[in-house]
DNA sequence: TCCGCGCCCCGGCCGC
DNA sequence: TGCGGCCGGGGCGCG
C-alpha cells in the first residue's frame, strides 16, 4: 500500500508528464458514477461528479506536491489558482498513458475510476481496486482540513521539535510508541510499515509507553524515522500489497526490511514477534528491541 | 467542546 | 476448488 515514500515515488514520476498540461474532460467509471449517485463519495468527495468536471476542466496544471501521504494538484485559469487533493488509499495509482489498455496491468486497467483528458490527447488516470482512495476539489488550500492538521513533513528543519513537544502531551504519556509516531499530529506520513521498521532500527519495542522513553531516544528515534523513509525513496517505494508507480512498476524497498514481514530479525536471526498494537499487525524482535 | 470508539467503504487473499 | 472472513487509511457519527 501506498505509504510517504511511495506518495513520492508518484509525484516524481507523474510531474514531468502532467505540469504545463492543459484539462480538457474528466471521466469516470461506472462504479463512481453509480456509487456517487447512490449518495456515497465514492473516491470523488465533496463535490458531484459534474461540479468537479466543471471547475477543473480548462485548467492548466501548474504544480504537483506532496504533503505527508497526499497529492496536491496546483491548477490555475485566467482567475485563480485553485487545487486537487489526492490520497491514494490502500490501492490508488496514476498514469499517464494515450490509452487506458497502455497501463498494462489488468488489475489498474479494469479498476480505473478517473481519467483526466489533456490537450496533447494523453489521459491522466487515477485507477484504485479497493476504492479507498479521494480526489477532491478545493477552491483554496485552507479548506483542505485534514492537511493543515498534520505535523510537518519529517524532513523538515522544524520537525523533530514539533514531535519532541508533541510527546510532551499528557494525552500521549501512557500509550504506545508506536501508536504516537503513527499519528499524523505527531509524525507526518509514518504508516505501520515504516514506523515497524523505525522502531527496529532505534532499538526500541514497540510496546514500550512514551512516558517511559527519554528524551535522547526519542531524537533516535525520530532520526530512525527519517532514515527509513529516505531508504523507502530511495529504493522506490516498498510493494507490499499492490503499488505501482506511474511507470506500473514496483518498488524493492520490501527486499531492505529488517523486521516488518519477516520471520527473522535481519540484525540477530533471531524469531520476530508479532501483535496487533494500535490497531495494526505489528512485527518487532524482543531481542534487540527493548 | 473534545475525545475515543466503532463503523464503513472494498476486493485480494488466506485458511479452512 | 469454493467460500467466508479478515485486513486496513481515514472520515464520520455517536456517546
Known amino acids: 500500500m501506498p505509504e510517504l515514500p ?25 462504479k463512481v458514477t453509480a456509487g456517487k449517485s447512490s449518495g456515497k463519495q465514492t473516491i470523488i468527495k465533496g463535490t458531484d461528479l459534474e461540479t468537479f ?111 519532541l513537544t508533541q510527546l510532551t502531551a499528557s494525552k500521549w504519556q501512557g500509550r504506545t510508541i508506536k501508536e504516537a509516531i503513527m499519528n499524523h499530529s505527531v509524525v507526518s506520513g509514518c504508516g505501520n510499515i515504516y514506523a515497524c521498521e523505525a522502531l527496529h532500527l532505534a532499538r526500541i519495542n514497540p510496546n514500550k509507553t512514551v512516558k517511559r522513553i527519554g528524551r535522547a531516544k526519542r531524537i533516535e528515534l525520530f532520526q530512525a524515522i527519517v532514515h527509513v523513509l529516505n531508504e523507502g525513496i530511495k529504493y522506490g517505494g516498498s510493494s507490499i500489497s499492490s503499488y505501482r508507480n506511474v511507470e506500473g512498476k514496483e518498488g524493492f524497498m520490501q527486499t531492505r526490511f529488517n523486521i516488518y514481514g519477516r520471520k527473522i530479525c535481519a540484525t540477530c ?18 531481542h534487540c528491541q527493548k
Open 53 to 163: 468536471e466543471r471547475n477543473i476542466i480548462g485548467s492548466t496544471i501548474k504544480a504537483l506536491d506532496r504533503r505527508s501521504k497526499y497529492l496536491i494538484f496546483t491548477l490555475e485559469n485566467e482567475w485563480h489558482e485553485h487545487y486537487i487533493i489526492s490520497h491514494l488509499g490502500m490501492s490508488g495509482a496514476y498514469f499517464v498513458v494515450d490509452q487506458l489498455e497502455d497501463i498494462g496491468i489488468p488489475n489498474y486497467i479494469n479498476h480505473w475510476h478517473v481519467a483526466v483528458h489533456l490537450q496533447s490527447g494523453r489521459q491522466l488516470i487515477y485507477s484504485d481496486i479497493r476504492r479507498f482512495g479521494e480526489l477532491r476539489y478545493i477552491e483554496r488550500l485552507e479548506e483542505a482540513t485534514q492537511i493543515m492538521a498534520i505535523a510537518p513533513e519529517p524532513f523538515d528543519d522544524e520537525a523533530l521539535d514539533y514531535y
Open 6 to 30: 511511495e506518495v513520492e515515488h508518484v509525484k516524481r514520476g507523474l510531474s514531468p508528464k502532467i505540469i504545463g498540461e492543459i484539462i480538457t474532460g474528466v471521466h469516470f467509471s461506472e
Open 269 to 286: 536471526g533471531g524469531p520476530v514477534s508479532q501483535k496487533v498494537i494500535a490497531t495494526r499487525n505489528t512485527h518487532y524482535c524482543t
